[in-house]
């Protein structure tokens, strides 16, 4: 069974616009069907000691895998590509799973500016 996802991503390092650009191709090669925004630049949001602009992307599809999965297959996409887990001065790379089947998981990201800036340009692919 295939899940309906939306993925905000998210990078403030000094690549972080190719960072994001290559997450959201990445994702896309897993969703069976694929919209997504991204990346554009937006101002750090919550976190006094993030400084640095960041570039986001929000992307929506389906997926065959289950929400434990998706969280793992994040997890090992961002240590991978350099994130350092704890640190928020510079963050390399981050995949938040926001949105599961109509369920918001993550509702401080849903309603934060840099969401809602690129899923104010995605059409709903139910």
């Known amino acids: 069974m295939a899940n309906i996802i ?11 616009y ?11 090669s897993l969703f069976s069907t694929c919209k997504s925004y991204g990346p554009y630049p937006t101002t750090p949001y919550g976190n006094a000691s993030a400084a640095r602009q960041y570039f986001n992307a929000v992307a929506t599809g ?3 895998l289950e929400e434990k999965q998706i969280y793992e297959m994040f997890k090992d ?23 599961l089947n109509g369920n918001v998981l993550r509702p401080t990201d849903f309603s934060a500016p840099y969401f809602k800036k690129g899923l104010s340009h995605l059409i709903d692919v139910s």
């Open 6 to 16: 939306t993925v905000c991503i998210g990078s403030n390092a000094p690549d972080g």
């Open 18 to 28: 190719d960072k994001v650009d290559e997450a959201l191709s990445w994702l896309s």
């Open 62 to 64: 389906n997926i065959p």
């Open 77 to 99: 996409y961002e240590t991978a590509h350099g994130r350092i887990h704890g640190s928020h001065e510079e963050v390399a790379i981050d995949l938040d799973l926001v949105v």
